[in-house]
C-alpha cells in the first residue's frame, strides 16, 4: 500500500513540473484542482465527457471518505464477516468504511487518463484480491477529432448505481446493480456525435473480472443521450460467454440495460430496467435459455436547502441463476428503501435510511430460523474534496 501511494503521489509531482517546465517553454500549462463539484448524484454514469478542447490540459486531484453503521436482521455472514449481498456497508452491527479514495484525472486536448486507488469494505467485499487497491486506471487518447480510444481498468458504466455511495440517492444498492459488474477491464471506442450524444463499441476480458477467465472476450455497445444537464438516457448492451475454459457446452449470454435521470433543483429521479437472455441455461432444460429482469425506479426530494427525503422501490429475478451463481435469492425479490438526507456542507452528506427485501423463498436468517424477508438499517457519512 505504501509503495501504491509513493507512486501516487510521485506521478503527481512529476506532472506538475513537467507542466511548469513546459510553460517557460511552450507558454502552455497545466491547470491543477481539487474536486469541488457539490452535487455528484448520477455524475458517474455520464458517458459524454467534457473533456478540455483548449490547449491547456486539466489535472483534478481528488479524495472521497464514506463511512457507515450498519444493522441488519440477518445474522448470515460470509467467511469476511460480510452479509448477504455485500456491497454498500456490508458489516452488520458496527462501524465500518466503506470507501477511502484517491484519485487524479487528467484531461487535454488529445490525451486524457484516470487512476484512482481505493481502500475500505467496498474493495474487500467485491474487487478481486489481485487488484483490490486498483478502482481504475485506464489511459486514452484522441484518434480522430470526436473519435477517442481508451484502454485499461474501468468502473462499470452498467447500471444507474455506482459503487461510490456519493453518486447514488441511496446508501444500500439494489440487487439489480449488485448483481452487474462493477469493474471491466477491456478497450472502449467512443464517438461524441455532440454535446449531446455519443455512441461507443466496447470489448473486455469479462462480465465483472479484471483477467480474462475463459479466452472468451465480452463485446457491447453504448449509446448515451443527454438532451440537457438535466436528462440523461442510457443503452448498454454486452454479450459474452460465461462458461469455465473447457466446458463442453458453451453459454453465450445477452444483458440489456437501459437507464435515465432527472435532476433539477429540488428533485432527483433515477429509473433502470434490465433484460438478460443466457443459452443452455435453464435449470429443469438445459437446451433452454434462462432469462433475468431487473429494475428499479429512485427518487428525492429536496424540500430544504439541506435536507432531502428519498425512496426506491426495486425488483429482481434470476430463478435460474445466470446472475446469481450459486446464491439463491428465489424467483422474485422485491425491495422497498426509504430515508433522509443531511448536507450540512457542500460536501458532506449524512443520511440514514430503511430497507426491507422480500423474497419467495426462505434465504434470509432470523436468529435460529430461516425467513423470506430482511430489515435492513444504514447510516452513512460521506466527505469529498
Known amino acids: 500500500m505504501k509503495r501504491l501511494i509513493h507512486i501516487f503521489c510521485l506521478t503527481f509531482i512529476s506532472t506538475f513540473c513537467y507542466s511548469q517546465t513546459d510553460s517557460l517553454h511552450k507558454e502552455k500549462k497545466i491547470n491543477v484542482l481539487t474536486n469541488a463539484d457539490s452535487n455528484m448524484v448520477f455524475k458517474g454514469k455520464r458517458m459524454v465527457d467534457k473533456t478540455d478542447t483548449n490547449e491547456n490540459g486539466t489535472l483534478l486531484i481528488s479524495g472521497y471518505v464514506s463511512t457507515y453503521y450498519a444493522s441488519y436482521d440477518d445474522e448470515a455472514v460470509d467467511n469476511n464477516g460480510f452479509v448477504k449481498f455485500a456491497t454498500m456497508a456490508p458489516r452488520s452491527k458496527e462501524f465500518g468504511l466503506n470507501m477511502?479514495?484517491?484519485?487524479?484525472?487528467?484531461?487535454?486536448?488529445?490525451?486524457?487518463?484516470?487512476?484512482?486507488v481505493h481502500f475500505g469494505d467496498i474493495a474487500k467485499a467485491v474487487w478481486p484480491s489481485e487488484f483490490n487497491m486498483i478502482q481504475e486506471a485506464n489511459a486514452g487518447f484522441r484518434l480522430y477529432k470526436k473519435l477517442w480510444?481508451?484502454?485499461?481498468?474501468?468502473?462499470?458504466h452498467i447500471g444507474i448505481e455506482s459503487t461510490q455511495p456519493r453518486e447514488n440517492?441511496?446508501?444500500s444498492m439494489s440487487l439489480a446493480n449488485n448483481f452487474e459488474p462493477y469493474y471491466l477491464a477491456g478497450a472502449k471506442l467512443t464517438y461524441v456525435v455532440s454535446d449531446k450524444v455519443a455512441l461507443q463499441l466496447n470489448s473486455f476480458n469479462s462480465f465483472n473480472s479484471?483477467?480474462?477467465?475463459?479466452?472468451?472476450?465480452?463485446?457491447?455497445?453504448?449509446?448515451?443521450?443527454?438532451?440537457?444537464?438535466?436528462?440523461?438516457?442510457?443503452?448498454?448492451?454486452?454479450s459474452g460467454d460465461e462458461t469455465p475454459a473447457g466446458a463442453l457446452i458453451k453459454k453465450q449470454r445477452y444483458y440489456n440495460n437501459i437507464y435515465g435521470s432527472y435532476k433539477t433543483g429540488k428533485i432527483y429521479l433515477g429509473a433502470e430496467f434490465n433484460y438478460g437472455l443466457q443459452e443452455h441455461s435453464k435449470t429443469n432444460d438445459v437446451t433452454a435459455s434462462a432469462t433475468v429482469i431487473s429494475g428499479l425506479i429512485v427518487g428525492k426530494y429536496q424540500f430544504h436547502k439541506k435536507v432531502g427525503a428519498y425512496a426506491r422501490q426495486e425488483y429482481f429475478s434470476d430463478p435460474d441463476n445466470v446472475l446469481t451463481g450459486t446464491l439463491s435469492?428465489?424467483?422474485?425479490?422485491?425491495?422497498?428503501?426509504?430515508g433522509m438526507e443531511y448536507k450540512p456542507y457542500k460536501n458532506v452528506a449524512l443520511s440514514a435510511e430503511g430497507r426491507v427485501l422480500q423474497t419467495d423463498e426462505l434465504i434470509f436468517k432470523q436468529g435460529s430460523f430461516l425467513t423470506n424477508r430482511r430489515l435492513e438499517f444504514i447510516a452513512c457519512l460521506d466527505l469529498w474534496f
Open 100 to 116: 477511502a479514495l484517491i484519485s487524479m484525472n487528467y484531461h487535454g486536448k488529445n490525451i486524457r487518463s484516470g487512476l484512482g
Open 329 to 338: 435469492t428465489g424467483k422474485n425479490v422485491f425491495g422497498t428503501t426509504a
Open 169 to 171: 440517492i441511496t446508501s
Open 149 to 156: 480510444i481508451d484502454t485499461g481498468f474501468f468502473r462499470s
Open 210 to 238: 479484471y483477467v480474462e477467465t475463459n479466452k472468451n472476450t465480452l463485446v457491447g455497445f453504448s449509446m448515451i443521450i443527454d438532451p440537457n444537464e438535466n436528462v440523461s438516457f442510457t443503452y448498454n448492451f454486452v
